[in-house]
């Protein structure tokens, strides 16, 4: 089992940046392909990035594209996600995702993903 426990989200003013950070516990996290995604309020979750095992690949959902930037740093189990120039239709709870079995296919689709995080809140107020 992994287990993953998102931190970093907040207020922000539009403009603005927030860091998150999902950390993952267990020994192979360096082999997971790991994505962030998000919910806002009576919508479907949205894929928003993603990062291949080895971070040799990024993937990005067009309207954060410039925007945010997904890494990830193996030796402390963990995947960020810096968002700056912040939007009010940012805001959503925010999920990182691991996908384990490392198939083909699109990085941004939510059944690819086998262990989820509890999500951290992200608001942005103009």
């Known amino acids: 089992q992994v287990q993953l426990v998102e931190s970093g989200g907040g207020l922000a003013q539009v403009g603005g940046s927030l860091r998150l950070s999902c950390v993952a516990s267990?020994?192979?996290?360096?082999?997971?392909?790991m994505g962030w995604f998000r919910q806002a309020p009576g919508k479907e979750r949205e894929f928003v990035a993603a990062i291949t095992w080895n971070g040799g690949n990024t993937d990005y959902v067009d309207s954060v594209k410039g925007r945010f930037t997904i890494s990830r740093d193996n030796t402390k189990n963990t995947v960020y996600l810096q968002m700056n120039s912040l939007k009010p239709e940012d805001t959503a709870v925010y999920y990182c995702?691991?996908?384990?079995?490392?198939?083909?296919?699109?990085?941004?689709?939510?059944?690819?993903?086998?262990?989820w995080g509890q999500g951290t809140q992200v608001t942005v107020s103009s």
């Open positions: 267990g020994r192979t996290f360096s082999s997971y392909n």
């Open positions: 995702a691991a996908d384990s079995r490392r198939g083909s296919g699109w990085y941004g689709a939510v059944g690819r993903y086998d262990y």
